[in-house]
C-alpha cells in the first residue's frame, strides 16, 4: 500500500509540451536534434508552449478536479553540457511543482522521458556505461533539490519502448548489442536511482515505468502459445523482472546468447541489484500484442500496425499479427480495453507491487467548432471502457492506486505531430500554424470532471 488517496489526474512528458528549447540555458536533447524524415509535422522547439504557460495549465486541471499529475523534468534544462547545475533550470521546476502543491495536485516526476542530453548521445549514449554515471549526477541533483516536496518518482520512461522502436528517435543503438549493453546500463542506472531516492528522499517512493501491452497468442497452436509467451518476455518481463525480481529474465538471457550476446549482471553490481527494489510500478497501456510462431523462412507479416512494438519479427521466435478479435483507432493503433485488465492482473500475479496507471489514452483527429467546443465522444468511450478494465482488476485484487491518462493538455506525439490529440485541454495551434495557442476544454474534460468529483468526493 501507497497509504495515499488514488491518484487520479494525467500525465504529460516535459519535451513534448515545454518547447522553449533555447531559453533559460538548455541544453539540446536527442529529441531536439534527432532526423526528421517528415517536416511536414511539428517538432518540440515550440511544442504547446507550456514552459510559458504551465500556471494556467494547472489552474485547468485544478478545475477539473485532479489530485496528481505525472509531470517529467528536463535533463537537459538542469545540467549543463559540462555537467555543472543550471540554476535557471532549477528555478523552473521550483516553480511548476510549487504551482502543484498550491493546487494540491500531487507531482509525480518521471527523472527521463525519451530525451537524453545529445552530448551524452554523441559519446555512445545508453551503450557507453558513461551514462550511468551522468544520470546519476542528475537524479542526485533532483532527490537532493526537490525531494522536500516531491515524493513520487518515476525513473525512465518506457526502456522497453526504446529498445524496440526506431533507435534514430529513442537513441539507441541499432544493432542487437548495442541494443543489450543499453538495456542493461538502463537498468543499473534505474538499480542506482532507487537507492538514491530511498536515501536522500524522506518518505520518498519510486518506481519503474515500462509500457506493457499484454502478449496474445493467434491461435491454440502449442507454438503460437509459446510465441506468446516468449514475446512477453522481451517486450514485458525483462525489465520489470530485473527491476522487481532482481535477476536477468533467463529466456531473455537464453535468447541473447543465441544471437551471440553474453548478458550476465556484473560482480560488483550484484548487491545493487539485489538490494534495491521500488515501492510501485508506472504502468504505460495502450494496447496489446498478438503474436505468431514462424516457421523457417516464413515471412514478416504484411499491414501489421507498426504502432507500439506490434510489428515485430524475430526468425523461429514469434511474429507480429494482426488481431482478428480487435479494431483499430484512426492512428493504425489496436484497441483493447479488456487487454488493460489481463495486462494488469498478469503484472500484479508476477510483481504484487502497488500499480499507478501512468498513461493511457486514444490519439485522435480532434476538431473544435466555431463556437470552440471539442465533442470528443470517442475518447470518453475509450477512456470509458479502460476504467471499467480498471475496476473490473481492482475487483480481482489489483492493488492499482492511479489513473493519469495521457493526456493533460494536446502535446507533440513522439513522431506523428500535433495532429495526433490526446488531451483533455485543447490546444489551437496545427503542425503548421502556431496560431495564439489559447486552451480549452474538451467534452473528455467535462466527462473526467465528473468522474473524479463522483469518484474521489473532491
Ligand atoms: C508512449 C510515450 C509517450 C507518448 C505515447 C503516445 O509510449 O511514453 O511519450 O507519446 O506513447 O505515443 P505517440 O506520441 O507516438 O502517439
Given at each position: 500500500m501507497l497509504n495515499q488517496p488514488f491518484f487520479w489526474g494525467a500525465s504529460l512528458s516535459a519535451h513534448q509540451t515545454e518547447g522553449a528549447v533555447n531559453i533559460d540555458g538548455k541544453q539540446p536533447s536527442v529529441q531536439d536534434t534527432r532526423p526528421r524524415n517528415?517536416?511536414?509535422?511539428?517538432?518540440?522547439?515550440?511544442?504547446?508552449?507550456?514552459?510559458?504557460?504551465?500556471?494556467?495549465?494547472?489552474?485547468?486541471?485544478?478545475?477539473?478536479?485532479?489530485?496528481?499529475?505525472?509531470?517529467?523534468?528536463?535533463?537537459?534544462?538542469?545540467?549543463n553540457q559540462d555537467g555543472s547545475v543550471n540554476q535557471l533550470g532549477l528555478d523552473h521546476y521550483d516553480q511548476v511543482i510549487?504551482?502543484?502543491?498550491?493546487?494540491?495536485?500531487?507531482?509525480?516526476?518521471?527523472?527521463?522521458?525519451?530525451?537524453?542530453?545529445?552530448?551524452l548521445q554523441q559519446a555512445g549514449g545508453w551503450h557507453n556505461p558513461a551514462t550511468i554515471e551522468a544520470y546519476l549526477q542528475y537524479t542526485r541533483v533532483l532527490f537532493e533539490h526537490f525531494g522536500d516536496r516531491v515524493k513520487y518518482w518515476l525513473t525512465i520512461n518506457e526502456p522497453n519502448i526504446m529498445l524496440l522502436a526506431d533507435t534514430k528517435i529513442l537513441g539507441i543503438h541499432d544493432t542487437n548489442e548495442g541494443r543489450y549493453k543499453s538495456y542493461y546500463n538502463m537498468m543499473i542506472a534505474e538499480k542506482y536511482a532507487f537507492q538514491q531516492c530511498h536515501e536522500l528522499v524522506p518518505e520518498g517512493k519510486i518506481g519503474p515505468v515500462?509500457?506493457?501491452?499484454?502478449?496474445?497468442?493467434?491461435?491454440?497452436?502449442?507454438?503460437?502459445?509459446?510465441?506468446?509467451?516468449?514475446?512477453?518476455?522481451?517486450?514485458?518481463?525483462?525489465?520489470?523482472?530485473?527491476?522487481?525480481?532482481?535477476?536477468?529474465?533467463?529466456?531473455?538471457?537464453?535468447?541473447?546468447?543465441k544471437l551471440g550476446i553474453d548478458l550476465h549482471i556484473l560482480p560488483e553490481h550484484q548487491a545493487l541489484v539485489d538490494e534495491n527494489r521500488p515501492d510501485f510500478i508506472g504502468f504505460n497501456y495502450y494496447t496489446t500484442a498478438t503474436v505468431s510462431f514462424p516457421q523457417a523462412g516464413e515471412a514478416r507479416s504484411a499491414g501489421v500496425s507498426d504502432q507500439q512494438?506490434?510489428?515485430?519479427?524475430?526468425?523461429?521466435?514469434?511474429?507480429g499479427v494482426t488481431n482478428p478479435y480487435l479494431t483499430k483507432n484512426a492512428f493504425n493503433w489496436t484497441v483493447d480495453p479488456l487487454g488493460l485488465q489481463t495486462s494488469l492482473e498478469q503484472t500484479n500475479d508476477r510483481y504484487g507491487l502497488p500499480i499507478i496507471i501512468t498513461e493511457n489514452g486514444l490519439g485522435a483527429y480532434d476538431e473544435m467548432t466555431d463556437d470552440y467546443k471539442i465533442h470528443d465522444q470517442y475518447r470518453i468511450?475509450?477512456?470509458?471502457?479502460?476504467?471499467?478494465?480498471?475496476?473490473?482488476?481492482?475487483?480481482n485484487g489489483v492493488e492499482v492506486q492511479g489513473y493519469l491518462p495521457w493526456s493533460s493538455i494536446d502535446l507533440i506525439s513522439v513522431h506523428e505531430g500535433i495532429r495526433k490529440r490526446y488531451g483533455f485541454i485543447y490546444v489551437d495551434r496545427t503542425d503548421d500554424d502556431l496560431k495564439e495557442m489559447k486552451r480549452y476544454p474538451k467534452d473528455s474534460y467535462y466527462w473526467f470532471?465528473?468522474?473524479?468529483?463522483?469518484r474521489s468526493n473532491r
Open positions: 517528415n517536416h511536414t509535422i511539428a517538432d518540440f522547439s515550440i511544442a504547446v508552449d507550456h514552459y510559458h504557460h504551465f500556471n494556467e495549465d494547472f489552474q485547468m486541471l485544478a478545475e477539473m478536479n485532479a489530485n496528481a499529475l505525472r509531470i517529467s523534468f528536463a535533463w537537459t534544462r538542469i545540467i510549487n504551482a502543484l502543491l498550491a493546487l494540491d495536485i500531487t507531482p509525480i516526476v518521471t527523472t527521463y522521458h525519451f530525451d537524453l542530453p545529445d552530448t515500462p509500457n506493457i501491452s499484454y502478449v496474445y497468442p493467434l491461435s491454440s497452436k502449442p507454438e503460437d502459445v509459446r510465441a506468446a509467451l516468449d514475446f512477453n518476455v522481451i517486450r514485458n518481463w525483462a525489465y520489470l523482472d530485473f527491476s522487481v525480481r532482481c535477476q536477468l529474465n533467463p529466456v531473455f538471457k537464453a535468447h541473447l546468447e512494438s506490434e510489428d515485430v519479427y524475430e526468425p523461429n521466435f514469434y511474429k468511450e475509450y477512456l470509458q471502457q479502460h476504467l471499467a478494465a480498471v475496476d473490473a482488476a481492482i475487483a470532471q465528473r468522474v473524479i468529483k463522483e
